[in-house]
């Protein structure tokens, strides 16, 4: 196991360090100058001349790739060229609202979509099954914005419940992080309910077909005893799959909820570096979220052998 | 089975009690403005870029040595004047009492090095510089500045409102190349920036400066006295503009900068928002051709854009039809500027596509596409390019229209290459008013070629023109010059007028006193309980 782990790890450092190049030059090579864009329209080309040469954007890409690649492997990564500020420091501001946000989402997620799957699977073509499907395919059709605005029509402007937007850190005191996570994490939750609804019941149908469970029934074992202690379980590889996919594309996905909701995550940082060409937050962000990838990739492996002993590494 | 009972009886208290966490810590809080800007501040020097946020920046944390009042004529603000008999020599004195945000006092030392770093980024500063011979700290509280010929261009400069503002910063801070983009904060404005509590992007605080000084005159534009009536301003970036509409209306923010104009209807009768609309932070569209490749290299061609264009379709586009959010406008330098001229105003206000039709019969054009630069990701310029495209198609040109986000316009806009090596024959964009309304800092006029902005018209005359202006202090002589200009403008096509739309403040009615300036600025603003 912990030999598996060392080598997912160490397999994770190409496959980093390939990105941060792809990225690097990706950047480098699309339109856009953030010189020009920090300079202004009045910049004379001596000036522009200057100001790339105090950014270092006047060397040779391959200078600049080897710099910035030898400042990563120092744990630097560089500052923003808008702001002047450490990126570490931009990212990690821009890192927990986002983490905050993501992790109750997916709790929120798992823990409305599992009981729905399951009750849609042993209800198998009852309407309440056909009820649960067809909530997930609204759940998964209706853009987020939209289910963000009603909710915020509703529970923020009508009832008064919630703020409408902004984001506390807990260190303000829990009911001011708490309610300004509510609304933004059940609105951003919905397409996940119905992602992780509809594969735990096709998965727990297809398991529930399967002789063991025939054997566990004819043994005696409750519906109940069937359904957790057999079927979820077989089922669980394919559901904690989607649930670790479902983690990822959360934390770099939620740009358009953190907008509705004026939430200052990292999708934001991201999209106003790239619409600015900072480049520095740009590179790092993206590192930032494969690194992220990778992780759960490794996380959800791992989460394979406790559900399947069959699996092992 | 949950019912509405059960969920208000859960919910409620719960609320309750997030609600009293709220109140409980308002109680004891600062009176605070919370204002959402137009764009988010990410950074700090407000001399190097010309990003209207880092304007607005400025006006909050540093003083001007001079400023325009409400009818745009230069007052004292941190210095008066006086102009020697010849007109050349002018003798600015401090005021007392100006200090900076460290305790340091302002002195004139800090004011030439401020005016110098200013006026090698602005371009009414660089004409500025251009025409004068020295500029030197006579004492602590005295600076001269001296001209080669009499002229009002000092004054012009000194108060210039918007663009690039002549901020005043310690000598220390603005002896930093502008290369290189300055990271201080210190100021002598009526607000301090609370550096600790600065997020770049999302938030930027400014406290009340408890040892600023104001004028004794009255508050009159951007003139006379900055009373700062509440402890802070806090910016908050909102990149969704129903948010920012909704956090108003829930009494989350009081103040927003600019109101969407297809969303005024949500706002509109609600007793508890109100809504100004302010002209002089109104823009101006234009259009600008590149002078430098084919076809627009020839004046026939930009003569027919000109009559292909009209202003209309695209004010409606922008602001919806029939809005009295917008004007249709000839004036090169703005219907609202003392340069007002309608010199040829039904050829640019109203399209004539048969008469560029038969210009370009004349010409011979052989329809090679134009290659028009849309922007998309802002929407004040996102509606501009569909309609300058479909009105050069109606009167027979070609149009490629290439749409990329802002910042890829800004790169490619730069470009001097040829279409293949990524060039571009056209854009178009917004300037503020107060910009527009200076012959000789508004970049949209200047056509001295490869000085010129992106383009790169080139007509002589109209430079000797701009400096006419800039030599001579008697106002209805620069009226006179100015409307040649605007002659010279629209008849070599240096950039077309396409309209005037304006913006719209909303706020909490709570507010009052709040400034027409053309920037938007919190000092005078009071907060009702």
């Known amino acids: 196991m912990l030999s598996f782990v060392v080598k997912r790890v160490l397999s994770a450092v190409p496959v980093l360090f390939m990105v941060a190049v792809i990225v690097f030059m990706v950047l480098r090579l699309s339109p856009g100058d953030p010189a020009v864009m920090i300079a202004g329209p009045n910049a004379t080309s001596e000036q522009l001349a200057d100001l790339r040469e105090s950014m270092g954007l006047n060397r040779p890409l391959l200078e600049q790739l080897v710099i910035w690649l030898g ?33 109750t989402t997916i709790i929120l997620a798992v823990a409305v979509a599992l009981p729905l799957g399951v009750i849609a699977a042993w209800q198998q073509g009852k309407w309440l099954d056909r009820l649960v499907m067809a909530g997930s395919v609204v759940g998964f059709s209706v853009p987020v914005f939209i289910i963000g605005y009603v909710m915020i029509l509703i529970f923020a402007r009508k009832l008064g419940w919630f703020p409408v937007q902004g984001y506390k850190p807990i260190a303000d005191g829990f009911g001011e992080f708490a309610s300004r996570l509510v609304l933004p994490s059940i609105a951003l939750s919905f397409p996940y309910i119905a992602l992780i609804a509809r594969i735990v019941r096709t998965n727990v149908i297809e398991v529930m077909g399967e002789d063991y469970i025939r054997t566990a029934r004819a043994k005696g074992q409750t519906e109940r005893g069937v359904m957790t202690e057999h079927a979820l379980r077989n089922a669980a590889v394919p559901i904690v799959t989607i649930i670790g996919v479902s983690i990822a594309m959360l934390i770099s996905g939620v740009v358009v909820t953190e907008s509705v909701f004026n939430i200052p995550g990292l999708g934001r940082l991201v999209l106003e570096a790239v619409l600015a060409r900072d480049y520095t937050v740009i590179q790092a962000v993206i590192l930032l979220f494969s690194t992220i990838y990778v992780f759960i990739n490794l996380s959800v492996d791992l989460l394979y052998g406790l559900f399947d002993p069959r699996i092992r590494y | 089975m949950l019912t509405k009972s059960f969920c208000s009886n859960l919910l409620k208290p719960t609320m309750l009690a997030l609600a009293l966490g709220t109140v409980s810590g308002a109680a004891v809080q600062a009176q605070t403005i919370t204002a959402v800007m137009h764009a988010p501040l990410r950074a700090v020097d407000p001399v190097i870029s010309t990003a209207y946020i880092l304007r607005n920046f400025g006006y909050m944390i540093y003083d001007t040595p001079l400023a325009l009042d409400s009818a745009g004529t230069p007052q004292p603000q941190m210095a008066s004047w006086e102009v020697s008999e010849d007109g050349k020599t002018y003798t600015f004195t401090l005021r007392d009492g100006l200090t900076f945000h460290d305790g340091a006092p302002v002195t004139a030392e800090d004011v030439v090095a401020s005016v110098t770093r200013w006026s090698k980024v602005d371009k009414t500063g660089q004409v500025m510089a251009s025409l004068m011979t020295e500029m030197v700290a006579v004492d602590d509280k005295t600076w001269t500045m001296t001209f080669g010929e009499p002229t009002g261009i000092a004054l012009i400069a000194l108060s210039k409102p918007s663009g690039l503002a002549p901020f005043i910063m310690p000598a220390s801070v603005a002896a930093t190349p502008v290369s290189e983009p300055i990271t201080s904060t210190i100021g002598s404005g009526p607000f301090k920036f609370v550096e600790e509590d600065y997020r770049p992007g999302v938030s930027a605080t400014f406290a009340k400066f408890e040892e600023y000084v104001p004028r004794e005159e009255p508050s009159d534009g951007m003139a006379g006295a900055k009373v700062v009536k509440v402890d802070e301003v806090v910016w908050t970036t909102m990149p969704d503009p129903m948010t920012s509409l909704n956090a108003l209306m829930s009494g989350e923010i009081d103040f927003l900068e600019q109101t969407p104009h297809d969303l005024l209807p949500v706002i509109e009768g609600n007793p508890d928002i109100s809504t100004r609309q302010v002209k002089k ?55 609202g500027s003392i340069y007002n001229y309608d010199y040829r105003a039904d050829d640019i206000m109203n399209a004539h596509p048969e008469e560029a039709k038969a210009i370009l019969d004349e010409v011979g054009y052989d329809g090679t596409p134009i290659l028009l630069m849309h922007a998309t990701d802002l929407a004040t310029l996102n509606p501009q390019g569909p309609v300058i495209a479909a009105q050069l198609r109606d009167a027979g040109f070609t149009v490629d229209m290439v749409s990329m986000d802002w910042a890829s316009v800004v790169a490619r806009r730069a470009s001097k290459a040829t279409l293949a090596d990524g060039g571009w024959n056209m854009f178009s964009t917004t300037n503020v008013l107060p910009d527009v309304a200076n012959p000789i800092g508004f970049i949209g006029v200047a056509a001295g070629g490869d000085s010129a902005w992106f383009g790169w018209p080139d007509v002589p005359e109209i430079e000797e023109l701009r400096m ?53 600025v919190f000092w005078n603003v009071e907060k009702a309980e």
């Open chain 2, 281 to 335: 932070q109104g823009s101006q569209n234009l259009v600008r051709m590149n002078h430098t490749l084919p076809p627009f290299d020839n004046p026939k061609y930009r003569e027919a854009v000109l009559l292909a264009l009209g202003q209309q379709p695209m004010l409606d586009a922008q602001v919806g039809a029939g809005s009295d959010y917008s004007q249709a406008c000839a004036a090169v330098f703005g219907c």
């Open chain 2, 468 to 520: 006419a202006i800039a030599q001579t202090a008697d106002v209805d002589q620069q009226i006179e010059y100015a409307k040649k200009i605007d002659e010279l403008v629209i008849d070599n096509g240096v950039m077309v007028p396409m309209g005037e739309l304006f913006n719209v403040n909303a706020y909490s009615s709570k507010l009052t006193g709040l400034v027409e300036s053309e920037a938007p």
């Open chain 1, 71 to 103: 400042d990563i492997g120092r744990g630097d990564f560089g500052t923003s060229l808008v702001s002047g500020k450490p990126v570490t420091e931009l990212v990690m501001d821009r890192l927990w609202p986002t983490l905050a946000l993501s992790t």
